[in-house]
């Protein structure tokens, strides 16, 4: 059982209000004026400090789990005390938990207020043994494997598993879930997804607990996901997930999302739940930034920052850069994250060498230091019919980074209409070369110039006040 961090801080304030007052004691000439004064003191502290509502926050990720997955709640949890919320998180015990990377400079982001939590889970990637690169974080997107043995895993994790293989925690989680609620009257609850089983811990609380106020925070398509047919769902698997999730949307008080298109796909599902569905942008925090000064380096710099698929479509922004290559133009195309070796065999083979840089995943901190020192950001969506609804969380840090974006996907998709909006970069087909090419030469003539500042609307701080809004 930890140890609130908040009755820290009473001791703490209650440490310094006495010697303050003894002070003013040993100084007075009477001693009701030393009683006085303490009673005004106490008086203060209780009208200026209202207690914390506590709100119960389920989720898998949380430090030292890095990527992107964690830090959506990891940062609005670290704002949600500023408007009066206590957040109480329920997550994994590392020692038992899968995470496909690991980030211990996150821990810097979980706010004094916060109580954490943690559970034992059963642990089915435990196959995967110490690589956790082999461990999905997105399903098997990143490191397919088309052997037989690779497909018949796959068949496995999506039929057997339903609706994805960390359902082991749910029991560990939703067990420390009741005793939290019951010993601290907990009347607001939020669980977020991917994993989605960790909206199925949320559906069981609000069963047992009807007067719970219950947010399911949905930051990916569930059986609308890019990958899901990797899986070879059956029939039957189909409507078992289906159900799942139709059930979370007709049972929240509150759904979330991150953008207006996943929004309506949500919404489709399930008649009525229109109403209850809110965005909620994943956004940047200013303090990532800080003490950081963004360059220009002298070599023109594309970076790319996370995980790339094998499937990702990048041909056409591979053939643009040769064409600019051939052309004499010097550039350089720097990776920070994982790679497979397919993608980065072909890189090779086209660029060459010398006009590519690879390096390991990083912690997030280094990786906004990779941001301000290019001269362009690179953003690839997975080619889907659905991904006009894709917003990766990077998206908002590269835009706060003020270096222009180009990205592959969709044009007419929210990522899109974000960058056209404020200026912040363009978004070209897979296959535009033309296009791709006359972008970057463009900014490679201009200067490398900043892009607009992004608005406060897209701060951590400022979006964790709208979730406090809708916890009230």
Same mark, same amino acid.
């Given at each position: 059982?930890?140890?609130?961090? @908040?009755?820290? !801080? /009473?001791?703490?304030?209650?440490? =310094?209000?006495? #010697? %303050?007052? +003894?002070? *003013? $004691? &040993? @100084?007075?000439? !009477? /001693?009701?004026?030393?009683?006085? =004064?303490?009673? #005004? %003191?106490? +008086?203060? *502290? $209780? &009208?200026?400090?209202?207690?914390?509502?506590?709100?119960?926050?389920?989720?898998?990720?949380?430090?030292?789990?890095?990527?992107?997955?964690?830090?959506?709640?990891?940062?609005?949890?670290?704002?949600?005390?500023?408007?009066?919320?206590?957040?109480?998180?329920?997550?994994?015990?590392?020692?038992?938990?899968?995470?496909?990377?690991?980030?211990?400079?996150?821990?810097?982001?979980?706010?004094?207020?916060?109580?954490?939590?943690?559970?034992?889970?059963?642990?089915?990637?435990?196959?995967?043994?110490?690589?956790?690169?082999?461990?999905?974080?997105?399903?098997?997107?990143?490191?397919?494997?088309?052997?037989?043995?690779?497909?018949?895993?796959?068949?496995?994790?999506?039929?057997?598993?339903?609706?994805?293989?960390?359902?082991?925690?749910?029991?560990?989680?939703?067990?420390?879930?009741?005793?939290?609620?019951?010993?601290?009257?907990?009347?607001?609850?939020?669980?977020?997804?991917?994993?989605?089983?960790?909206?199925?811990?949320?559906?069981?609380?609000?069963?047992?607990?009807?007067?719970?106020?219950?947010?399911?925070?949905?930051?990916?398509?569930?059986?609308?996901?890019?990958?899901?047919?990797?899986?070879?769902?059956?029939?039957?698997?189909?409507?078992?997930?289906?159900?799942?999730?139709?059930?979370?949307?007709?049972?929240?008080?509150?759904?979330?999302?991150?953008?207006?298109?996943?929004?309506?796909?949500?919404?489709?599902?399930?008649?009525?739940?229109?109403?209850?569905?809110?965005?909620?942008?994943?956004?940047?925090?200013?303090?990532?930034?800080?003490?950081?000064?963004?360059?220009?380096?002298?070599?023109?710099?594309?970076?790319?920052?996370?995980?790339?698929?094998?499937?990702?479509?990048?041909?056409?922004?591979?053939?643009?850069?040769?064409?600019?290559?051939?052309?004499?133009?010097?550039?350089?195309?720097?990776?920070?994250?994982?790679?497979?070796?397919?993608?980065?065999?072909?890189?090779?083979?086209?660029?060459?060498?010398?006009?590519?840089?690879?390096?390991?995943?990083?912690?997030?901190?280094?990786?906004?230091?990779?941001?301000?020192?290019?001269?362009?950001?690179?953003?690839?969506?997975?080619?889907?019919?659905?991904?006009?609804?894709?917003?990766?969380?990077?998206?908002?840090?590269?835009?706060?980074?003020?270096?222009?974006?180009?990205?592959?996907?969709?044009?007419?998709?929210?990522?899109?209409?974000?960058?056209?909006?404020?200026?912040?970069?363009?978004?070209?087909?897979?296959?535009?070369?033309?296009?791709?090419?006359?972008?970057?030469?463009?900014?490679?003539?201009?200067?490398?110039?900043?892009?607009?500042?992004?608005?406060?609307?897209?701060?951590?701080?400022?979006?964790?006040?709208?979730?406090?809004?809708?916890?009230?």
């Amino acid at each position: 059982m930890s140890i609130p961090q @908040n009755e820290t !801080n /009473a001791l703490n304030l209650a440490d =310094a209000t006495t #010697a %303050s007052l +003894a002070y *003013i $004691a &040993s @100084n007075a000439s !009477n /001693a009701s004026i030393a009683s006085n =004064a303490s009673n #005004a %003191s106490n +008086a203060s *502290i $209780a &009208s200026s400090s209202p207690p914390l509502r506590k709100v119960l926050v389920v989720t898998y990720y949380w430090p030292p789990s890095g990527g992107a997955g964690v830090q959506r709640w990891l940062k609005f949890s670290k704002y949600l005390p500023e408007a009066g919320w206590q957040p109480v998180i329920l997550t994994v015990d590392p020692e038992y938990a899968a995470y496909p990377a690991t980030d211990l400079s996150l821990e810097k982001d979980v706010p004094a207020a916060a109580e954490v939590h943690r559970t034992k889970t059963t642990d089915w990637f435990r196959f995967y043994g110490n690589d956790k690169s082999k461990v999905p974080s997105a399903g098997f997107a990143t490191n397919r494997d088309d052997s037989p043995g690779g497909k018949i895993s796959r068949f496995i994790r999506g039929n057997f598993f339903i609706p994805d293989p960390r359902r082991g925690w749910n029991k560990h989680a939703f067990r420390k879930a009741c005793e939290l609620i019951e010993k601290h009257d907990i009347r607001n609850i939020i669980t977020t997804s991917p994993p989605h089983s960790s909206q199925l811990i949320g559906l069981k609380l609000k069963k047992k607990y009807p007067h719970l106020r219950w947010l399911a925070d949905l930051r990916d398509p569930w059986t609308d996901i890019y990958y899901y047919n990797l899986f070879y769902p059956t029939l039957l698997s189909r409507k078992i997930d289906s159900h799942y999730e139709k059930a979370v949307l007709a049972k929240a008080d509150i759904i979330t999302t991150v953008g207006p298109t996943l929004g309506k796909i949500f919404s489709s599902k399930m008649a009525g739940s229109g109403e209850k569905i809110k965005i909620i942008h994943n956004g940047f925090d200013e303090e990532d930034f800080s003490g950081l000064t963004a360059s220009t380096p002298e070599r023109f710099t594309i970076s790319y920052t996370g995980t790339i698929s094998e499937s990702y479509p990048v041909n056409g922004f591979i053939m643009s850069l040769k064409e600019l290559i051939s052309g004499g133009s010097d550039l350089l195309l720097k990776f920070t994250g994982h790679i497979p070796d397919v993608q980065k065999n072909r890189l090779i083979s086209e660029l060459g060498a010398g006009h590519l840089e690879f390096i390991p995943y990083s912690d997030h901190r280094t990786v906004i230091g990779q941001m301000l020192s290019a001269s362009m950001l690179l953003l690839v969506l997975a080619k889907d019919p659905g991904n006009r609804s894709f917003l990766p969380g990077k998206l908002f840090e590269y835009i706060a980074s003020g270096k222009p974006v180009v990205c592959l996907g969709p044009t007419s998709g929210d990522t899109a209409a974000i960058l056209n909006s404020g200026g912040y970069g363009r978004c070209f087909d897979y296959d535009d070369q033309e296009g791709i090419t006359e972008f970057i030469s463009g900014c490679i003539k201009t200067g490398q110039g900043k892009t607009p500042s992004p608005p406060s609307e897209f701060s951590r701080r400022n979006l964790a006040m709208k979730v406090a809004q809708l916890l009230d």
